[in-house]
């Protein structure tokens, strides 16, 4: 893999970077944390800033090298994250990109990509988080219509979201993986009602999702009924290899934080301190090469990552826990303080073994399709 960057992508580094320190300061502040009509309305308006500024397609349809480029350059200049579409941007999207018929793709993207609509995940369940493939949500055909009956949980951003990407049982009678549907549930139909939940950080952007006799048209089915787990495994697989790319170096540049606050409060002179910053950063570089490996290698598989993403997934998982302690070393009884700097994010590192499925789950993912090991029983 070449890592070197052309002439012409150095010439979209440059352009970007000057757009970016442009409209950068130009942008309203950013709505508290807890009010997710705000942040939806924020989110979307920058997408569309991007969208106007031709941006907007990076994420699916650039080159690996722009796409790192774009990020790393938007991550260095503190713009503001996907935030509340970011089931949109990087999970939603690209597998209908992938799975999607051309009616389907053209239905959906576009307005992904203009900021107009928000998506939300509904495939976790109060008794099938990590064990997806044991959901019992419902969903039986009606004429041109499936109703689904269930509850979903963990659901991001649902109480601001348009569209839901809903994993459902089809077959009861198949066996348990080859029995699922992936469909496109709008959430302002009949009978789907949202209820918040609130995090350990005080923050409510996971929430409940009950589902009585909703009606979702067939069309809306992505990929052939009881092939949903083929494609839940596309979506999943844009969630571990590609979603968390700008997080490393959001956490290069917590890390850099980091050593400037040791250097200001005199913790600096620890010299294991030093040692655990210095590890540190030498695991998110090594990071953010695998980052570039995984996404070159799913440029050559038509977009989608393969089971390198695990890899990623599992250590950057944990990397990102060992910073944040790292940072409650470095801020000392400060670390209590929610107002502080790093601490919320402390809180919420907690989840990234859990979240995308478990390190217990990427364990196994890496033993039996890279590794080769035989498959657990």
């Known amino acids: 893999m070449d890592l070197s960057c052309t002439p012409e992508e150095e010439e979209f580094r440059a352009r970007l970077r000057e757009w970016l320190g442009t409209v950068l300061p130009t942008l309203p502040a950013a709505p508290p944390p807890g009010d997710w009509p705000g942040r939806r309305a924020y989110d979307l308006g920058w997408q569309r800033m991007l969208y106007d500024a031709g941006y907007a397609h990076v994420h699916w349809d650039a080159s690996p090298t722009l796409r790192l480029i774009f990020l790393e350059e938007t991550e260095q200049a503190g713009a503001p994250y996907v935030g509340a579409n970011f089931v949109g941007l990087l999970h939603a999207g690209p597998t209908i990109a992938a799975e999607g018929t051309a009616g389907q793709r053209a239905r959906w993207l576009p307005p992904i990509l203009r900021g107009e609509q928000v998506w939300c995940q509904g495939f976790s369940e109060p008794d099938a988080g990590s064990d997806l493939a044991s959901l019992r949500t419902r969903a039986r055909r009606d004429g041109d219509a499936y109703v689904v009956t269930g509850a979903k949980i963990w659901t991001s951003h649902a109480e601001v979201a348009d569209w839901c990407e809903l994993l459902v049982r089809t077959d009861p009678a198949a066996p348990r993986h080859r029995g699922l549907t992936w469909l496109a549930l709008p959430m302002d139909a009949e009978g789907v009602t949202v209820r918040p939940l609130r995090t350990l950080a005080g923050s409510a952007e996971f929430a409940e999702v009950f589902l009585d006799e909703v009606r979702v048209p067939a069309a809306n089915r992505v990929g052939e009924e009881n092939d949903g787990w083929r494609v839940t495994l596309v979506t999943l697989s844009f969630e571990r290899g590609t979603a968390f790319v700008g997080e490393v170096v959001a956490c290069r540049r917590v890390l850099a934080g980091l050593a400037r606050a040791a250097r200001d409060n005199g ?27 995984n996404v070159s290698a799913a440029e050559a598989n038509g977009g ?17 826990q060992d910073l944040y302690d790292a940072a409650a070393e470095v801020l000392g009884p400060d670390g209590l303080d929610l107002d502080r700097p790093w601490v919320l994010d402390r809180l919420s590192s907690l989840a990234y073994t859990i979240a995308a499925g478990t390190s217990q789950i990427q364990r196994t993912i890496v033993a039996e399709r890279i590794l080769g090991l035989p498959r657990g029983r």
């Open 267 to 293: 913790r600096w002179g620890d010299p294991a301190l030093r040692r655990r910053l210095g590890r540190l950063d030498a695991e998110f570089r090594a990071l953010w090469r695998l980052v570039q490996w």
């Open 304 to 320: 989608v990552p393969g089971p390198g993403g695990s890899v990623f997934k599992l250590r950057y998982s944990h990397a990102r």
